[in-house]
């Protein structure tokens, strides 16, 4: 019955990162995931362009889609502004449990909205649930067939305004080709590409910021 992979992260920082400290519970993930087990944490590297994406767009509602460990979700919510929040979709109960702990130690829960199900069934539901109108920023980091089903579903629900913007990671490995191929051609986007590399490792991978034209 050993434990897992998000376990033996989460024991990491539980052991190592300064409780309250985001930058901490940041540092000791990536030292995890760079010496001891490889993570698909977004990582370092995608994680400085997220945070000045963010920083750039400063969300008073964010939507991460794919919690897993909660790395994302704590440079995300480390950066916003006094009120603003993140909701964050997580539909494997294993996983979900790891990031409330890991997203609790950084000390950035009460910004933190983690709700556990699959994406496809919570987005129609955000408003009523959750009060959004719209998101100002949506990070996508789950199933990568799901970026574009999503993505569709979010206009359809009227959650994205003239000027939200959608990141989404992974856009070259494992790769989203259908997603590019429609934020990079529909008129209803602008798209543009942020060269890096897969967490962690040389491979190159990067991140598609797309601004939703309304
Ligand atoms: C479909 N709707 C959904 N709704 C809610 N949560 C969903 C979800 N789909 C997936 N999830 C969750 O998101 C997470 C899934 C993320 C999928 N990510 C990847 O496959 C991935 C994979 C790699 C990767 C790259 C190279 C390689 F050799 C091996 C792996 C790198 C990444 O950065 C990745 O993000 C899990 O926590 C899963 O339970
Ligand atoms: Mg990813």
């Given at each position: 019955t050993g434990s897992t992979r998000p376990q033996r992260l989460l024991r990491a920082v539980q052991k190592k990162a300064t409780q309250g400290d985001p930058q901490s519970v940041i540092a000791t993930i990536d030292d995890f995931c760079r010496h001891s087990e490889w993570a698909?944490?977004?990582?370092d590297e995608k994680g400085l362009i997220l945070d000045s994406i963010v920083s750039e767009v400063n969300p008073s509602t964010a939507l991460e889609l794919?919690?897993?460990?909660?790395y994302s979700t704590v440079r995300i919510a480390r950066l916003l502004p006094p009120g603003g929040r993140c909701i964050t979709l997580e539909f494997n109960p294993a996983y979900a449990a790891v990031a409330r702990q890991v997203i609790a130690w950084a000390g950035i829960q009460d910004k933190v909205q983690l709700v556990e199900g699959p994406s496809g069934d919570l987005i129609p539901q955000m408003k009523e649930l959750f009060?959004?109108?719209?998101?100002?920023f949506v990070f996508l980091d789950h199933w990568k067939d799901r970026y574009l089903p999503d993505a569709k579903l979010l206009e359809e629900c009227g959650l994205?305004?003239?000027g939200t913007v959608l990141l989404a990671d992974n856009v070259i490995c494992p790769g989203t080709p259908e997603y590019l191929q429609y934020v990079r051609n529909s008129p209803r986007y602008e798209s543009r590409y942020f060269k890096s590399h897969l967490e962690y490792t040389k491979v190159e991978d990067g991140l598609e910021k797309s601004v939703f034209l309304g």
């Open positions: 698909m944490n977004v990582g794919g919690t897993y460990c909660g009060g959004v109108q719209t998101f100002d994205l305004r003239e």
